[in-house]
């Protein structure tokens, strides 16, 4: 089969009414086939049966891990800077005390809550 | 005819025996089912270092959901859905992987080597198709791997997809276009 018949091949096995095992029948004939390595099974039934899932599950426990971190990381970033702009926008300017909610305070004020005096 | 039926019997007695810790039989799964699952997952990832990985993760994945097999669908039907669905999941993954790092389409993700074929014609043919493959869509990729390479109706599409009948044969007809104006550009 030339270039332009395969190419109709594929096209027309779209059709809704195609005879599709026809089709793949056909394609399996023009060497269009697959197939995993020749110690595929042996390296399957050694990943299960060995503790070499356990590696795997336990380098998916870290990927997820790290994935969870990035999330929570640039959540908390984004929570940050809504504060700071917030803030800014109620006090009209970012400094410390502003942040900590002190602005109205005076730091006698503070020293007498604390000593009780 | 590339669509194989074995007896559901003889899967039910492999399975009961997979779940008694029995190697050779699960053993046997693998070599029955393999091709299928490749087929499934090459057609959609191109015959990449990455499908050998995807491959050997929907046996370990159906092994240790054998338990959850009620018999209900038949097993190759089970395993496409675990074929599909991890396969589906390594595109998203290195879609977002790669769109990190370059700005490529989903036919340069992949690097597949042409398995060897007798005549340069047949060589040819396997790279149209591979390439058709992964220029299209993956909602669509899917649905063009269950029919060309896999051979299954419209109707046993639907089941292993577990979507509309209707929503098949939308796809289809959209797959259609899209893979006519691919294979123009080939």
């Given at each position: 089969?030339?270039?332009?018949?395969?190419?109709?091949?594929l096209?027309?096995?779209?059709?809704?009414?195609?005879?599709?095992?026809?089709?793949?029948g056909?394609?399996?004939?023009?060497?269009?086939?697959?197939?995993?390595?020749?110690?595929?099974?042996?390296?399957?039934?050694d990943r299960?049966?060995?503790?070499?899932v356990?590696v795997i599950?336990e380098?998916?426990?870290?990927?997820?891990?790290?994935?969870?971190?990035?999330?929570?990381?640039?959540?908390?970033?984004?929570?940050?800077?809504?504060?700071?702009i917030?803030?800014?926008l109620?006090?009209?300017s970012?400094?410390?005390n502003?942040?900590l909610?002190?602005?109205?305070?005076?730091d006698?004020s503070?020293?007498?809550?604390?000593?009780?005096n | 005819?590339?669509?194989?039926?074995y007896?559901?019997?003889?899967?039910?007695?492999?399975?009961?025996?997979?779940?008694?810790?029995?190697?050779?039989?699960?053993?046997?799964?693998v070599?029955?089912?393999?091709?299928?699952?490749?087929?499934?997952?090459?057609?959609?990832?191109?015959?990449?270092?990455?499908?050998?990985?995807?491959?050997?993760?929907?046996?370990?994945?159906?092994?240790y959901?054998?338990?959850e097999?009620?018999?209900?669908?038949?097993?190759?039907?089970y395993?496409?859905?675990i074929?599909?669905?991890?396969?589906?999941n390594?595109?998203?993954?290195?879609?977002?992987f790669?769109?990190?790092?370059?700005?490529?389409?989903?036919?340069?993700?992949y690097e597949?080597?042409?398995?060897?074929?007798?005549?340069?014609e047949?060589?040819?043919?396997?790279?149209?198709?591979?390439k058709?493959?992964?220029?299209?869509?993956?909602?669509?990729r899917?649905?063009?791997?269950?029919?060309?390479?896999?051979?299954?109706?419209?109707?046993?599409?639907?089941?292993?997809?577990?979507?509309?009948?209707?929503?098949?044969?939308?796809r289809l007809?959209?797959?259609?276009?899209q893979?006519?104006?691919?294979?123009e550009?080939?």
């Amino acid at each position: 089969m030339n270039s332009s018949e395969i190419k109709k091949l594929l096209i027309s096995s779209l059709d809704s009414d195609a005879d599709t095992i026809e089709v793949s029948g056909k394609l399996q004939e023009e060497g269009i086939s697959y197939n995993f390595s020749k110690s595929f099974g042996d390296k399957v039934i050694d990943r299960i049966f060995s503790a070499g899932v356990t590696v795997i599950r336990e380098v998916e426990f870290v990927k997820n891990l790290n994935f969870a971190f990035y999330r929570i990381a640039l959540t908390g970033v984004a929570a940050i800077v809504v504060l700071l702009i917030s803030i800014f926008l109620m006090e009209g300017s970012i400094s410390f005390n502003s942040f900590l909610g002190l602005s109205d305070s005076y730091d006698e004020s503070i020293v007498c809550l604390l000593t009780g005096n | 005819m590339i669509k194989e039926s074995y007896n559901v019997t003889d899967d039910i007695e492999l399975i009961k025996a997979s779940l008694d810790g029995d190697k050779k039989a699960f053993g046997q799964i693998v070599t029955r089912y393999q091709k299928m699952v490749a087929r499934t997952v090459k057609g959609m990832l191109g015959d990449s270092v990455f499908a050998e990985d995807v491959g050997q993760e929907v046996f370990i994945k159906l092994y240790y959901s054998l338990s959850e097999f009620r018999g209900e669908a038949k097993l190759s039907t089970y395993i496409q859905r675990i074929a599909v669905n991890l396969t589906l999941n390594e595109i998203k993954k290195r879609k977002k992987f790669f769109s990190m790092f370059a700005q490529k389409g989903n036919n340069e993700m992949y690097e597949f080597e042409v398995a060897d074929h007798n005549t340069e014609e047949r060589r040819e043919a396997s790279e149209i198709v591979n390439k058709a493959l992964l220029a299209m869509d993956p909602k669509f990729r899917i649905i063009v791997t269950m029919r060309m390479l896999q051979g299954y109706s419209t109707k046993e599409t639907a089941e292993i997809l577990n979507m509309p009948l209707g929503t098949v044969l939308s796809r289809l007809s959209r797959a259609q276009e899209q893979l006519k104006n691919i294979l123009e550009k080939l």
